[in-house]
């Protein structure tokens, strides 16, 4: 079995909010994610979190930091270790730049998150339930 190498994006603006898209396709469609993808072969987690953020949403991140990691059980064939990279944007609201991936960006209170949301997301958040956890990676 392989396991996949994923990336997920907690990005805070500047009122401390956080970023979500509402996913379409087979691997969590309805559901809530950080933006985020696959690790590329040679590139950086920090790399792919600016790559994988301007190809989805034309956001530009910065203050970017190494956060938690969580290994999520999708089903008996997929299994993925997601790498979080805690991030700051300044200006501007995200646009569906991909919309066969994703249906809407919308900013959320840590405490007011949608449902359902994404595997991984939840998972992230059973382990790490208090946002001061994850603003000590700022």
Request: contains cysteine.
């Amino acid at each position: 079995m392989i396991i996949n190498v994923g990336v997920g994006v907690v990005i805070f603006n500047k009122t401390g909010k956080i970023l979500l898209g509402k996913r379409i396709g087979r691997h969590g469609g309805g559901t809530w994610a950080f933006p985020g993808g696959h690790l590329d072969h040679a590139e950086s987690p920090f790399d792919c979190a600016r790559r994988e953020t301007d190809e989805e949403t034309g956001l530009s991140i910065c203050n970017l930091k190494r956060g938690p990691w969580i290994s999520t059980l999708f089903d008996e064939h997929t299994h993925y270790l997601t790498l979080f990279v805690i991030a700051q944007h300044e200006d501007g609201e995200p646009a569906v730049l991909e919309p066969h991936k994703c249906a809407e960006w919308r900013w959320f209170d840590w405490e007011s998150f949608p449902h359902p949301l994404f595997k991984a997301t939840d998972d992230l958040i059973a382990h790490y339930p208090q946002l001061d956890v994850l603003k000590a990676y700022q």
